[in-house]
């Protein structure tokens, strides 16, 4: 059991340390939508679920975050390959409403991992779509 919530917490770190800096540059990245706020906002309550074994928690805010999802599906669809990402976090989410109503700890963390594993593929995806000249040096 305690293998899989280490796994869990290190995919949570890695994921959240490319939003770091530690130039003392000015960035120059845009603010986080309404919709990733909200994201960070239930992972993190998630987490915690995890760490408390609460699977009221985490299911409770695994369902909120299953109804954002949807509605930002409705906004967010015009890339291909955006709308891929959506539905593979929509399935790793599924899996922890799953297994947080069996009470299953580690099948919840695994399905933790899999969903912080969507969000940096996702990013990845949004990168990688934006205009080449904004990439370029100034």
């Known amino acids: 059991m305690k293998p899989i919530l280490c796994i869990a917490v290190v995919a949570v770190l890695v994921s959240f340390a490319g939003t770091l800096s530690f130039s003392e540059e000015p960035q120059n990245e845009q603010k986080p939508s309404f919709w990733m706020e909200k994201k ?18 985490i299911g409770k ?3 909120s975050l299953s109804a954002l999802n949807q509605m930002e599906k409705w906004v967010r669809s015009g890339v291909p390959e955006y709308r891929a990402q959506l539905q593979i976090f929509q399935n ?8 947080a109503d069996n009470q299953n700890l580690d099948g919840a963390a695994l399905a933790y991992v899999q969903l912080t594993m969507s969000c940096v ?15 370029q040096p100034k």
């Open 121 to 135: 593929n996702c990013h990845k995806v949004i990168r990688n779509s934006r205009p080449a000249a904004s990439n």
């Open 61 to 63: 805010t695994a369902r």
């Open 92 to 99: 790793a989410n599924q899996q922890l409403i799953k297994t």
């Open 40 to 57: 960070m906002e239930y992972s993190k309550r998630i987490l915690a679920g995890l760490a408390n074994q609460d699977f009221d928690e």
